[in-house]
């Protein structure tokens, strides 16, 4: 029986975590936290113009009026709109074989992260656009 009391009292003193364990969780919980806050942003603003890209169409006037410079325009209100702002090279309005114009966006967004560490987002969606 005195073994019995043994092993109970042994396993009774391994549960827990242990001070390291904690300050092991607790730090990995704060890399990832603190990334999750400065890439939350980034990704909000990738989902906006990747839905402003999908409804462009729609927004557009239907036959001749259809122009690169009406296509900018439009592209231009929505990040107004939006509080979107892009660099002037990321947006690219091509004739597409089609007929119609092919709408490209590219760019990439930097966030500092700790030191001079940065995380990097790149944004790149391509619509093809009928006349």
Do not use: W
């Not at 042994?10 to 890439?39: C, D, E, M, P």
């Amino acid at each position: 029986m005195t073994l019995a009391r043994g092993v109970s009292a042994a396993h009774r003193g391994q549960s827990g975590i242990t001070a390291i364990g904690f300050l092991f969780l607790a730090v990995l919980v704060g890399v990832i936290g603190l990334a999750a806050i400065k890439l939350t942003p980034m990704y909000i603003k990738n989902m906006q113009l990747s839905k402003l890209l999908d409804g462009l169409q729609a927004q557009l006037p239907r036959g001749e009026g259809v122009s690169p410079a009406a296509i900018r325009t439009v592209i231009d209100k929505k990040c107004d709109i939006e509080g979107i702002e892009l660099p002037k090279d990321s947006l690219k309005i091509a004739q597409s074989k089609s007929g119609g114009y092919n709408v490209h966006i590219t760019y990439e967004s930097r966030a500092p992260y700790v030191a001079g560490i940065y995380l990097l987002l790149e944004f790149d969606k391509q619509v093809e656009i009928s006349k």
